[in-house]
């Protein structure tokens, strides 16, 4: 059995979602569809990104991977795809796989093609909507045993996001909010690994905006209700969270927000 997942900005309310659904299913039936989310904040790039690098490897070797964030559709943006570790990769090439590829391989061994044969598409081929007519059909094709040379001619490089790492100053370890999840919780791009540069090792403070939190805990509930907590999550960074409330809203912070750890 192959597997499909689907990362997009597109909503449940639309019909879009459904759309892809029935493009696979006409041309691999016996393809699992998995839903990673279709909740992404519109053309939210970073947010899809982070998202898909969170959970590419729950998944078994040979998945096909479609992530479509596409502020430049009908644009002259290409569409890519890339084979990297134990997976595909199909999405726009506007960064949203720089973490997922990332996380699966070193980036020399990636192999990145453009996909351009026109044979594995949808007809006809829709100015707006890439996800149904040229994303879709091609991660079908590849999930019935369509090569993977057969998308396209390789190419050099992808466009990759700037996701600067933390860096050491004289205030401390300053780092951002990289995503805010359900919750609430402000997950950084503080690594676990970046905390041992850290003069002492031990964190004794995490500032965002006028707020400082001084507990670094190793889960929610070591704070009492309604009060702010840092701890490493369970994609290995530090999170900023409230037990039993919202830190985003408590703390009034947002994706980019600068957080100093000392």
């Keep these: 059995?192959?597997?499909?997942?689907?990362?997009?900005?597109?909503?449940?309310?639309?019909?879009?979602?459904?759309?892809?659904?029935?493009?696979i299913a006409g041309i691999a039936p016996d393809a699992r569809v998995v839903d990673v989310t279709h909740e992404i904040g519109g053309q939210?790039?970073?947010?899809?990104?982070?998202?898909?690098?969170?959970?590419?490897?729950n998944f078994p070797p040979g998945t096909i991977h479609v992530a479509v964030v596409d502020p430049g559709v009908g644009s002259p943006r290409r569409?890519?795809?890339?084979?990297a570790g134990d997976y595909i990769f199909l999405s726009p090439d506007n960064g949203v796989l720089t973490l997922a590829v990332a996380a699966v391989c070193d980036r020399r061994s990636s192999e990145i093609r453009a996909i351009e044969?026109?044979?594995?598409?949808?007809?006809?081929?829709?100015?707006?909507f890439h996800g149904r007519d040229?994303?879709?059909?091609?991660?079908?094709?590849?999930?019935t045993g369509v090569a993977f040379e057969e998308v396209g001619p390789i190419i050099e490089d992808m466009v990759r996001l700037e996701t600067a790492e933390p860096k050491l100053t004289k205030k401390g370890l300053e780092g951002r909010v990289m995503f805010v999840d359900r919750f609430g919780n402000l997950i950084t791009n503080i690594e676990a690994r970046h905390l041992e540069q850290l003069p002492g090792g031990e964190p004794k403070s995490f500032r965002i905006g006028r707020h400082v939190i001084r507990k670094f805990g190793?889960?929610?509930?070591?704070?009492?209700?309604?009060?702010?907590?840092?701890?490493?999550?369970?994609?290995?960074?530090?999170?900023?969270?409230?037990?039993?409330g919202n830190a985003a809203k408590k703390l009034c912070a947002k994706p980019g927000d600068c957080v100093t750890v000392k």
């Design 218 to 244: 190793r889960f929610y509930a070591e704070a009492p209700p309604g009060k702010a907590i840092a701890l490493i999550g369970s994609s290995n960074r530090v999170e900023l969270c409230v037990n039993l």
């Design 44 to 57: 939210d790039v970073l947010a899809a990104a982070f998202v898909l690098a969170q959970c590419c490897r």
């Design 134 to 143: 040229i994303f879709a059909p091609v991660a079908a094709h590849l999930a």
């Design 1 to 23: 059995m192959s597997f499909i997942t689907l990362t997009t900005d597109f909503g449940t309310r639309d019909w879009f979602v459904a759309a892809m659904k029935g493009v």
């Design 79 to 83: 569409a890519i795809a890339v084979k």
């Design 117 to 128: 044969n026109e044979r594995l598409f949808n007809r006809p081929v829709s100015r707006t």
